[in-house]
């Protein structure tokens, strides 16, 4: 009976063992099953975002119905013409158009796509949209920027609106210079001026806007500003009236198209429409700038009449404060009269020169841009023919009359006391002829690209040009006056090249400086090296 009852407690004691042992068998069985399922966890080390690939947008190759002016008839037998245009302030000479029936005096009736029209989704036409129309010949014309066609080439330009002189803006918060946008997050509306406006103050630093700073692109300037403000973005890129809204987010005016002028906008004409109707086409351009005649003739009676056009809340013109409300519209732009446009015509060099520099500032960002050759998309014969009718030529001068392209500004007159520093180039260092203040060959090349481009699309910008030499030794080789003397000549070397090249040379602040004193009267062929430099910064007045 004991010996029973000792085997049945042993045996207890074996079978619980046992129960413990398969218990935690299966426990870490079990675990290693749960581990295997479990995907490890991985540091997460944060990443610029990579440059936005948008997507293909689909075209529909269907536009609206152009608007046209009121008792319009289309069997009347006179052809039409249709255009597409923004709200814009220079852009409603079509309005002007319409109303004072200098379309029909002209022989033609003028169709407009307004783009927006009353936030009608029918008019709410993509920028992909606008050009395609134009390129397949639904349109005759369009109203756009000159980088805009740089980018698509979806017609010819034919005429010169306007320069942009403040209307386009770059706004930011914490950040003094062009060069401290490195790193920083900026907001603007995609596909439109203002992405270009921030690719082309980027290439001023050489900033590349695919590495140096994260882009943040929105659908509309309204929607940028609101990124900016919620603190999205450091920096937004907008026009008027929109940007100034950046304020409540603590947003100040970095940079406007008032003092860097690449802004243009111009007429681009149908190459069908060329080709099919080129009466047609020349009827459109001598009605442009008769309208223009008149607006500069009698501003009052053209202010009413775009007001009487209707449709107030999208122009923001309306008929018991008309003359006020265009004229702000074009205060921030500098309009394009015939004698501006037969200038820029008779010598098409500046324009080509903006396009192909349109061309690279896109390409930088990663666009693909076309490869046909830039200057087949100007054709000066229309402004040419508008230009001999002295009929058309105005008696007075633009609401904003600082049209740069045609006219040298004296800017002579204009104090760099509280002058700002807006950008330090990155380019400093350029070889000289051996013991000479002369400019290599390559030197220049550099000035070419690195300069001039900029000062050539500015008005309110100075160089500031700070040359810097050497001071070998052994000591008493040369003194502190003559080490000054050659930095100088060096910086002054540099200004007569660009003024060469049609930079007034009012723009340019010369100034000598000596090396760190350690470096004084050095035999160190590599601290030599260091000191052997001409700075450049850009710097604005008035900011």
């Keep these: 009976m004991q010996m029973n009852r000792t085997r049945i407690i042993f045996f207890v004691i074996v079978g619980l063992a046992l129960l413990v042992v398969c218990i935690g068998v299966s426990f870490t069985l079990v675990n290693r099953l749960i581990k295997e399922a479990t995907p490890t966890p991985v540091a997460v080390v944060p990443t610029r975002p990579p440059a936005q690939v948008q997507p293909t947008p689909v075209v529909q ?64 036409i993509s920028e992909e949209q606008r050009t395609a129309l134009l390129n397949s010949g639904q349109w005759d014309c369009l109203l756009t920027t000159l980088d805009s066609v740089a980018l698509a080439s979806p017609g010819i330009i034919t005429a010169i609106v306007d320069e942009s002189a403040g209307a386009d803006q770059l706004w930011v918060r914490d950040v003094n210079t062009i060069n401290d946008l490195k790193d920083k997050r900026i907001a603007f509306s995609r596909g439109s001026v203002g992405e270009y406006f921030v690719y082309y103050t980027l290439s001023i630093a050489r900033l590349n806007p695919r590495f140096d700073v994260a882009l943040v692109p929105q659908d509309s300037v309204a929607d940028a500003i609101e990124a900016f403000n919620g603190g999205q973005a450091d920096a937004v890129s907008g026009w008027e009236p929109d940007i100034y809204d950046a304020e409540a987010g603590g947003g ?174 990155p380019c400093r260092r350029f070889s000289f002829v051996p013991e000479s203040t002369e400019l290599t060959l390559e030197s220049r ?29 052994p000591p008493g080789t040369y003194t502190e006056k003559e080490i000054l003397e050659f930095a100088e000549a060096r910086a002054q070397s540099v200004v ?36 052997r430099f001409v700075e450049m910064t850009l710097i604005t007045v008035g900011r």
């Design 61 to 124: 190759l269907e536009s609206p119905e152009p608007v046209f002016a009121p008792g319009y008839d289309p069997n009347d037998g006179l052809p039409t013409y249709v255009c597409g245009a923004d709200a814009f302030g220079s852009y409603f000479t079509l309005q002007q158009m319409q109303m004072s029936g200098k379309d029909v005096e002209h022989g033609f009736h003028l169709g407009i796509v307004p783009f927006l029209l009353d936030d009608n989704p029918d008019y709410d």
């Design 252 to 425: 100040v005016p970095l940079l406007s198209s008032s003092q860097m002028r690449i802004v243009i906008d111009v007429v681009v004409t149908s190459r069908q429409s060329i080709a099919s109707k080129a009466d047609q086409v020349q009827a459109f351009h001598d009605a442009w700038f008769d309208t223009l005649k008149a607006q500069v003739d009698n501003f009052d009676t053209a202010a009413a009449q775009i007001a009487e056009w209707g449709h107030n809340d999208w122009s923001f013109v309306y008929p018991e404060s008309a003359s006020e409300d265009l004229r702000l519209w074009l205060e921030s732009v500098a309009q394009a009269d015939l004698g501006d446009n037969a200038f820029v015509m008779r010598d098409t060099t500046p324009i080509v020169n903006r396009l192909e520099i349109a061309r690279r500032v896109w390409a930088a960002s990663g666009a693909e841009v076309p490869d046909d050759n830039v200057a087949d998309l100007v054709s000066p014969g229309f402004v040419s023919r508008s230009a001999a009718q002295a009929k058309l030529q105005a008696n007075g001068n633009p609401v904003n009359d600082t049209f740069s392209i045609s006219a040298k500004l004296d800017l002579s007159a204009v104090s760099t006391d509280d002058s700002a520093t807006l950008a330090v180039l």
């Design 445 to 473: 090349r550099i000035l070419d690209d690195c300069v001039v481009p900029t000062l050539q699309q500015s008005v309110g910008l100075f160089l500031r040009v700070k040359g810097s030499s050497a001071w070998p030794g």
């Design 496 to 531: 007569d090249y660009l003024v060469s090249q049609g930079i007034d040379p009012t723009r340019f602040i010369v100034e000598a400086t000596l090396p760190p004193e350690d470096h004084w009267e050095t035999e160190d062929p590599d601290k030599q090296a260091q000191d």
